[in-house]
């Protein structure tokens, strides 16, 4: 939409993401990104942490996406991020009776940052199309390559757990004696989390702000 202020945040989570369902029957998360300035000191040859931004979010469910579920279910206290979306204005009344504004970023997308950790991303189910997992249509997710209704069954060497899949019967062709036995993308770091390793220093307390 035109006229928008679009920006983007990198920071750490201040707290778990907070997922709550309004009266409307709308699911929305909320949750802070504390993004600080860092430069380096010449004196001391250290990196210092310089003034912390805490830009307080917000993101809702669709009919089309399940964005704030999927951040609920994905990220937590501590995470690195990279928010993009659109600074919004909201007046409420605080518990004392006063009238308060606030800016925060409705966030359109969001992920872990990858500078100092690894993630592992797994795709939504859906009838079809692009599909993680499922059998139904679409290209597959984890669990093979092609996936459909028809063409070859069965068969090493053509997926990360299986082949081409559907509901032909003509077998697929050997594979060759140099195919890889498994799918190198598939190995992670043992002994490591998705998100990697994070401090979980709080950098604020909850808002008293009411519910949308």
Do not use: H
């Amino acid at each position: 939409m035109a006229g928008e202020t679009i920006i983007t945040v990198v920071g750490n989570l201040t707290r778990d993401p907070e997922l709550r369902t309004v009266g409307s029957g709308s699911t929305v998360v909320n949750f802070t990104i504390a993004s600080s300035t860092r430069t380096f000191n010449r004196n001391t040859n250290q990196w210092e942490d310089g003034d912390t931004l805490f830009v307080n979010c917000s993101a809702w469910d669709s009919a089309r996406t399940s964005l704030a579920s999927n951040i609920a279910n994905s990220l937590a206290k501590g995470m690195r991020v990279i928010a993009q979306g659109r600074l919004t204005q909201r007046s409420y009344q605080a518990q004392d009776g006063s009238q308060r504004t606030v800016i925060e970023l409705r966030v359109d997308e969001i992920g872990p940052a990858l500078s100092r950790a690894t993630a592992q991303v797994t795709r939504q189910s859906a009838s079809s199309g692009f599909n993680g997992g499922q059998q139904n249509g679409g290209f597959g997710g984890n669990n093979g390559g092609y996936q459909g209704g028809a063409g070859y069954s069965g068969g090493a060497g053509y997926g990360s757990n299986g082949g081409y899949q559907g509901g032909a019967s003509q077998q697929a062709p050997a594979a060759p004696n140099n195919a890889p036995v498994t799918d190198p993308w598939q190995t992670g770091d043992s002994g490591s989390n998705a998100f990697g390793s994070y401090g979980t220093s709080d950098f604020g307390g909850d808002s008293d702000e009411p519910e949308f």
